[in-house]
């Protein structure tokens, strides 16, 4: 069955750093969309980064811009979300999220919505 586990969560201070990983089981990453949402009380789910695993183009939301940097290792079958300078407004529960890639399939934020993902991992900035 396929699996994605998010880790890497935790308290941070602001101005400080995480790094968040999503292992895939069950399924191979290497031909889809691929991203990291975010959920906080009282707002929607929002993609924050979003990435076509098959040729590498990546697409950052403009409010994590500069701080957040969107990754994968195919070899290990585990996307990542590194994040810096975080601010207490990065405070939500971080889900990733994935879709296999078929033809009129682009990866740009907005335009996918996954097909699987995992159960989320809660980043406090405070």
């Known amino acids: 069955h396929v699996q994605l586990v998010e880790s890497g969560g935790g308290l941070v201070q602001p101005g400080g750093s995480l790094r968040l990983s999503c292992a895939a089981s069950?399924?191979?990453?290497?031909?889809?969309?691929m991203g990291w949402f975010r959920q906080a009380p009282g707002n929607e789910r929002d993609m924050v980064a979003s990435?076509?695993?098959?040729?590498?183009?990546?697409d950052v939301a403009d409010s994590v811009k500069g701080r957040f940097t969107i990754s994968q290792d195919i070899a290990k079958n585990t996307l990542y979300l590194q994040m810096n300078s975080l601010k207490p407004e990065d405070t939500a529960m971080y889900y990733c999220g994935a879709r296999p890639r078929s033809r009129s399939t682009t990866c740009s934020l907005g335009s996918w919505t996954p097909k699987y993902w995992g159960q989320g991992t809660q980043v406090t900035v405070s």
């Open positions: 069950g399924y191979t990453i290497d031909n889809n969309c």
């Open positions: 990435i076509n695993t098959l040729v590498g183009n990546t």
